[in-house]
T-cell receptor, first 117, second 110 residues
Framework: AQTVTQSQPEMSVQEAETVTLSCTYD???????LFWYKQPPSRQMILVIR??????QNATENRFSVNFQKAAKSFSLKISDSQLGDAAMYFC??????????????FGKGTHLIIQP | NAGVTQTPKFQVLKTGQSMTLQCAQD?????MYWYRQDPGMGLRLIYY???????DKGEVPNGYNVSRLNKREFSLRLESAAPSQTSVYFC?????????FGPGTRLTVL
């Protein structure tokens, strides 16, 4: 079974600075997806960024980018120019492509990101 | 286009009571999921349905049953609620690139 580990229960960053959230995962598969989800206090789950394992290029979405290291099984999220609205829980998640990938996401325990004004 | 909807948003039960959480999606997705989220934890998969008429157990299925009523609807039933089932429950459906989540149901079992 796959596991996802987020080793930082809480991170704090000054507004406008850059912060990196860590994620490692364990799998024996070679073809999969990785995701970062944001959960604000409203508890709505919002997709931040998605990475396909077979793509070497790191995914980027505006101020959000990832550092995907497949051999090291590491998938960190970098948030540039942090804004107050970025404050939330961030979850790293894994999905297999085996069997069409219908068997759901495996989540880490999350990192609580605090933005200091 | 409402996405994924869940009812109810909040529920309080007594130990031993039963209830069904409802979920519907209007995006014509084949795959649907039920997760639970406990304090300090990420979401954990309870059951999923890869297509209409099929369901499979996830990581934490004990104490739950599901029904994929049609392509749109996927319900989660607690037959005899226990305090350990106090949690926030999320339904999701899967599109080509991501899972779309409902707003969640906060369930408390006393």
């Amino acid at each position: 079974a796959q596991t996802v580990t987020q080793s930082q229960p809480e991170m704090s960053v000054q507004e406008a600075e850059t912060v990196t959230l860590s994620c490692t995962y364990d799998t024996s598969e070679s073809d999969y997806y990785l995701f970062w989800y944001k959960q604000p206090p409203s508890r709505q789950m919002i997709l931040v960024i998605r990475q396909e394992a077979y793509k070497q290029q790191n995914a980027t979405e505006n101020r959000f980018s990832v550092n995907f290291q497949k051999a090291a099984k590491s998938f960190s999220l970098k948030i540039s120019d942090s804004q107050l609205g970025d404050a939330a829980m961030y979850f790293c998640a894994y999905r297999s492509r085996r069997g069409g990938g219908a068997d759901g996401l495996t989540f880490g325990k999350g990192t609580h990101l605090i933005i200091q004004p | 286009n409402a996405g994924v909807t869940q009812t109810p948003k909040f529920q309080v039960l007594k130990t031993g009571q039963s209830m069904t959480l409802q979920c519907a999606q209007d995006m014509n997705h084949n795959s649907m999921y039920w997760y639970r989220q406990d304090p300090g934890m990420g979401l954990r998969l309870i059951y999923y349905s890869a297509s209409e008429g099929t369901t499979d157990k996830g990581e934490v299925p004990n104490g739950y049953n599901v029904s994929r009523l049609n392509k749109r609807e996927f319900s989660l039933r607690l037959e005899s609620a226990a305090p350990s089932q106090t949690s926030v429950y999320f339904c999701a459906s899967r599109g080509p690139n991501e899972q779309f989540f409902g707003p969640g149901t906060r369930l408390t079992v006393l």
